[in-house]
Nanobody
Framework: QAQLVESGGGLVQAGGSLRLSCAASGRTFSSYAMGWFRQAPGKEREFVAAIRWSGGSTYYADSVKGRFTISRDNAKNTVYLQMNNLKPEDTAVYYC??????????????????WGKGTLVTVSS
């Protein structure tokens, strides 16, 4: 059974960095576009970043552009989200997701084929 498992969340001070990982198992996701989404308390889940199956194209929400970087290692079936210059408003549960279509990931979170269970990121001021 296909599974996505996030890790790397935690508590960090504003201005700090974290790197999230999303390990895929049960099938190969090398042909899937991958994305990161987040959901803050009391808010809707929102798109953060996406990457094509080849890694050749990426796309970011305006709120994280220039601070977050998405990457993937298909040999390890793993996707990463490097988060720098974190702000208190980045506090949320971060989810990894996969779909065959890159545009579906960008337009998400609805329509995504696979989801992880999330990892909590807390940024203190």
């Amino acid at each position: 059974q296909a599974q996505l498992v996030e890790s790397g969340g935690g508590l960090v001070q504003a201005g700090g960095s974290l790197r999230l990982s999303c390990a895929a198992s049960g099938r190969t996701f090398s042909s899937y576009a991958m994305g990161w989404f987040r959901q803050a308390p009391g808010k809707e889940r929102e798109f953060v970043a996406a990457i094509r199956w080849s890694g050749g194209s990426t796309y970011y929400a305006d709120s994280v552009k220039g601070r977050f970087t998405i990457s993937r290692d298909n040999a390890k079936n793993t996707v990463y989200l490097q988060m720098n210059n974190l702000k208190p408003e980045d506090t949320a549960v971060y989810y990894c997701a996969a779909d065959r279509d890159f545009l579906t990931v960008i337009a998400g979170p609805s329509g995504m084929h696979y989801w992880g269970k999330g990892t909590l990121v807390t940024v203190s001021s």
